[in-house]
């Protein structure tokens, strides 16, 4: 009983962090319709430059927030030099278009920091908390605690805010949505915007834990995509769940199996949905008017 709280305790707080890389990969399929494969570069941009700031003496907050402002600059730039001029080409286009995003900015951080792995100090300190034997640290709780105020923020601005129903509403029906009068090229833009801030968000809060270096965007770039997929792409609940599950599950494969075949869990996720359910958990039928 021990041993599967344990299991637990690890997966939910990597699973959190597969969460909301997912649901960057949501935010941005919704609005125009890309699989953005740079995603996981969002992520590891976001705790590669707020340790590198930090190295330099500044303050950890100031640099976290430098961090996302740098990151939300490199997403809006994607946005408007790589993916709006190509907006007319074909789906595969524009994933190979995120994928060589992805590539670049992987070499360009390999220039800019190093090729070392490095660390964060912990946001809250203190010994692990047990509960019924196992052990959770605080620093997990605070990514718990993170993803959790990120979704509730993004809920509340998506369906309280005049802003994010125009993003909705980009997303249902673009025509129809630049007919009344709303800019569909800055909504698709704050989309990316939105989703660069998760990652960057999620690799401030990850990097106490797991180490973070200029490569780490590709694994998590793959295994957001299995988490989106899971629960169904283009479904942000789903994206949440599928996130957490897949992070149990490699909890759980680790733990009870091998930690060698921890990383092909995600492989396997994406195999089983796209033979089994391609529509994922929370996935909808597309809907074809005449």
Not at 58 to 70: E, I, K, N, R, Y
Not at 167 to 187: F, K
Not at 218 to 226: H, I, N, S
Request: with cysteine; glycine share 12%.
């Amino acid at each position: 009983m021990t041993e599967l709280l344990q299991f637990t305790f690890s997966g939910l707080t990597v699973g959190a962090v597969y969460a909301l890389v997912a649901l960057g990969f949501t935010l941005i399929y919704n609005s125009c319709d890309v699989i953005n494969f740079a995603q996981g570069e969002f992520v590891m941009l976001g705790g590669m430059t707020t340790v590198f700031l930090g190295l330099a003496g500044v303050p950890l907050p100031l640099a976290a927030c430098f961090a996302v402002v740098l990151t939300v600059a490199v997403g809006l730039a994607l946005h408007r030099f790589a993916i709006e001029p190509a907006r007319g080409s074909g789906a595969v286009v524009l994933i190979i278009i995120t994928i060589g995003a992805s590539i670049f900015l992987r070499g360009a951080a390999q220039v800019i920091f190093d090729k070392r792995f490095h660390t964060l100090p912990p946001f809250v300190g203190g010994d692990a908390i047990r509960i019924a034997g196992a052990a959770i640290l605080p620093q997990s709780l605070v990514v718990l605690a993170g993803a959790v105020i990120i979704l509730v923020l993004l809920w509340a601005f998506i369906e309280r805010t005049l802003i994010g129903k125009a993003m909705v509403a980009t997303a249902a029906n673009e025509i129809a949505a630049r007919l009344v009068g709303i800019d569909t090229r800055a909504a698709v833009g704050l989309s990316f915007a939105i989703a660069a801030a998760i990652g960057a968000v999620a690799g401030i809060l990850i990097t106490p834990i797991a180490l973070t270096s200029y490569d780490v965007g590709t694994v998590l770039a793959l295994k957001g995509f299995a988490a989106a997929m899971l629960g169904g792409i283009g479904s942000a609940v789903g994206a949440v769940i599928g996130g957490l599950v897949l992070g149990l599950l490699e909890a759980f494969a680790a733990g009870y199996v091998s930690s060698q075949y921890k990383d092909a869990v995600a492989f396997l996720v994406i195999l089983i949905v796209l033979l089994a359910m391609p529509r994922g958990l929370f996935g909808r039928a597309p809907v074809e008017r005449v």
